[in-house]
């Protein structure tokens, strides 16, 4: 099975890769320019991104067949608000919508 997975170099994401590997999953995972190297020396395919970005969302799930969806922004600071519902409703919205168009469950 081929799975899209988001938030792949966070804690829990590179935890899930690692077992998705393990079991024999072809992983496609969306990264950020600035992600740190959790995935070094997974055979995983790697799609630079953002999921703030629909289409270029929608073209890197092309293909298919799952998705996880684990990125997320947190923080403390109540100055970061804004950046959080941007990043955890829209983006999530964005995922949904790029799932939904390329029939992904």
Do not use: W
Not at 7 to 33: D, F, K, P, Y
Not at 50 to 67: F, K, P, R
Not at 91 to 99: D, E, H, M, V, Y
């Amino acid at each position: 099975m081929k799975i899209f997975v988001t938030g792949a170099t966070g804690l829990i994401g590179a935890n899930l890769v690692q077992e998705l590997v393990r079991r024999n999953h072809h992983v496609r995972c969306l990264i950020r320019t600035d992600s740190p190297p959790f995935l070094e020396g997974l055979s995983v395919e790697k799609i630079k991104g953002d999921i703030m970005d629909v289409a270029s969302v929608e073209g890197a799930m092309q293909g298919c067949d799952a998705l996880f969806h684990l990125a997320a922004f947190i923080s403390y600071r109540s100055e970061d608000r804004g950046k959080m519902y941007k990043v955890n409703v829209e983006g999530t919205k964005n995922i949904l919508l790029a799932a939904k168009k390329n029939n992904i469950k």
